[in-house]
């Protein structure tokens, strides 16, 4: 690269920045450490942090820690290879075999992440001359997976199953109904059973991705075709595709995010197994993590939730982010979440709780979140 090249590539991306600056859009990494009770650190400050997706804790659970710990002296840090090489480490086939068996289907494969399992197994479902049909508020990943197919893509009114029926009418070749269980910025819960009986009428597959329900939110799933992520309530990292056993052989030679990434590794895949073994036994922690959420929603006039995410809408960017810097004063993490995220003009707080979550700290959280609704009622 030449000079000249060098600095007209500096220009491009200073002036894309500044126009993100210029509309409250531009986004900056804040290093920071976790521990454990949802305690942070950040720029040197401790905090509580309510914006984290460890539902249950488990991420800093020490039978968590130490599984990971054995597992990394035993085997190394990493993977070595992708899994159809040297990176199929025999504890994927046990990860695997737990996830089926919890999602009472025939086999599951995992993948490096949840945004890899979705943006590998759509185009292995559906392509060019097929339909897919999906969630207007469904996850980017589930939007760059249909667009990786080929397929077309149309969106329906958010939880109108109606609506996807009516897309689906007079479809040609293969359609596919994506949905998320628990959508990630608002907490709500998909119509599935009305969604699986649209897919029925229609001749259709049903896919949903349970990243933000997984080992919280008990929900009757009748899908075919259930994707899923390891870094939420499992605490450690990677995703999952579990469905029909012939589907999950084919995603080895098929999708291509499993079949050209390097596996995970051995350590991580032993710290998900025993995160899971702690979450099916203690079903008191997803209990716990809820409780806190309705609290939290109730204290604050929020209609009653069913998820452990609770979204305060502000409108503006510029008074979401008024709103999360006054929090952070108080020494309570809550990041906002401006567009492209969430659509124009419903900029939000984004509240996640956790089963490690005190009540006490819930209590004051609303009340400074009362606080700040007022304040921004008033400017």
């Not at 996807?164 to 119509?191: C, K, Q, Y």
């Not at 008191?284 to 009653?304: K, M, V, Y």
């Not at 004063?329 to 567009?339: D, K, T």
Request: proline fraction near 5%.
């Amino acid at each position: 690269m030449t000079r000249t090249d060098f600095a007209t590539l500096e220009a491009f991306a200073a002036d894309r920045l500044e126009m993100l600056e210029e509309t409250g859009l531009r986004r900056e990494l804040q290093p920071t450490a976790r521990g454990a009770g949802a305690g942070a650190v950040r720029s040197g400050r401790e905090m509580i942090s309510f914006c984290d997706n460890d539902y249950l804790g488990l991420s800093m659970d020490p039978r968590v820690i130490e599984a990971g710990a054995r597992a990394l002296r035993t085997f190394g840090a990493g993977a070595g290879a992708s899994r159809l090489v040297t990176g199929d480490h025999p504890l994927n086939h046990e990860l695997e075999t737990m996830i089926a068996r919890l999602k009472g289907l025939p086999a599951a494969r995992v993948f490096g992440s949840g945004y890899l399992a979705n943006i590998g197994v759509v185009p292995v479902l559906v392509g060019p001359g097929d339909l897919i049909v999906m969630d207007e508020l469904s996850h980017s990943c589930l939007h760059a997976g249909a667009r990786l197919s080929g397929a077309r893509v149309e969106r329906f009114r958010h939880n109108d199953a109606a609506h996807a029926g009516e897309l689906l009418t007079g479809a040609r070749g293969r359609s596919l109904v994506i949905t998320e269980t628990v959508f990630s910025m608002d907490g709500d819960i998909a119509p599935l059973a009305d969604l699986a009986a649209v897919c029925a009428r229609r001749s259709a597959w049903l896919m949903t991705d349970d990243a933000h329900g997984f080992g919280v939110v008990e929900v009757d799933n009748p899908a075919p075709i259930q994707v899923g992520t390891l870094s939420k309530a499992v605490g450690a990292y990677g995703g999952y595709v579990a469905g029909p056993a012939a589907l999950i052989d084919l995603l080895a030679s098929r999708a291509r995010s499993l079949v050209y990434t390097t596996g995970l590794p051995p350590s991580v895949l032993a710290s998900a197994l025993a995160s899971i073994e702690i979450m099916s036994s203690e079903p008191q922690l997803a209990a716990t993590c809820l409780a806190n959420a309705r609290l939290f929603a109730s204290l604050i006039g929020h209609e009653p939730v069913d998820s452990a995410i609770v979204p305060v809408v502000f409108g503006e960017t510029a008074k979401a982010m008024h709103a999360s810097e006054a929090l952070a004063r108080e020494g309570y993490l809550v990041s906002a979440i401006r567009p492209p995220t969430v659509p124009e003009g419903t900029a939000r707080l984004r509240f996640t709780f956790s089963a490690t979550h005190r009540e006490a700290d819930v209590r004051t959280l609303a009340a400074l979140v009362l606080r700040q609704l007022e304040v921004e009622k008033v400017h």
